[in-house]
């Protein structure tokens, strides 16, 4: 007789780790963002500065970088002006507690992704950061497009709990 096979528990491995940078002075925008997005399948990076982020985005493969408005040694434009000549150029979120309608505008209008409004709201972060990637990586072929859906979905209900 056959022994009988134990249920296993096991989670869908992802083929790659998402890589995000959030770029802030502040410490504690990274550590909310880290405690929203901690489920292992987010490679999470801190940035301190524009000097610090240029060492990121030139040696990982970023897909979304989360940045604040204003930084010490320039703001969000100027980063997103860098990233834009990287080959796979990832999406690309500003975090501001005075986000407002015409902040929105010059981010979609500098082609910018989204703003993320302070303090952080964890079904929001998530939804817009999944979303935020699957853009970023929906310059791949639309086959690969459709099995991101699942992985995006399966990372939101991951993270939210």
Not at 2 to 26: G, N, R, Y
Not at 28 to 53: K, P
Not at 101 to 111: C, K, T
Request: a neutral charge; hydrophobic letters at 40%; one cysteine or more.
């Amino acid at each position: 007789m056959l022994p009988t096979a134990k249920k296993l528990h096991t989670k869908v491995p992802l083929l790659e780790k998402i890589s995000i940078l959030i770029v802030s002075p502040q410490i504690d925008d990274y550590l909310s963002v880290r405690q929203i997005l901690r489920n292992e399948c987010w490679d999470i990076n801190h940035a301190s500065n524009l000097d610090e982020a240029a060492s990121y985005y030139k040696d990982l493969n970023l897909s979304v970088i989360i940045c604040e408005r204003d930084l010490p040694d320039g703001g969000w434009k100027d980063l997103l002006n860098s990233v834009r000549e990287l080959p796979a150029a990832p999406s690309f979120l500003v975090v501001s507690r005075h986000a407002d309608e015409n902040l929105w505008a010059d981010v979609l209008n500098f082609g910018g992704y989204d703003v993320l409004p302070k303090p952080f709201e964890r079904r929001e972060m998530v939804r817009i950061v999944s979303m935020a990637w699957r853009h970023s990586h929906g310059k791949l072929s639309r086959k690969s497009s459709s099995s991101e859906k699942g992985a995006t979905s399966h990372l939101a209900r991951a993270t939210v709990g």
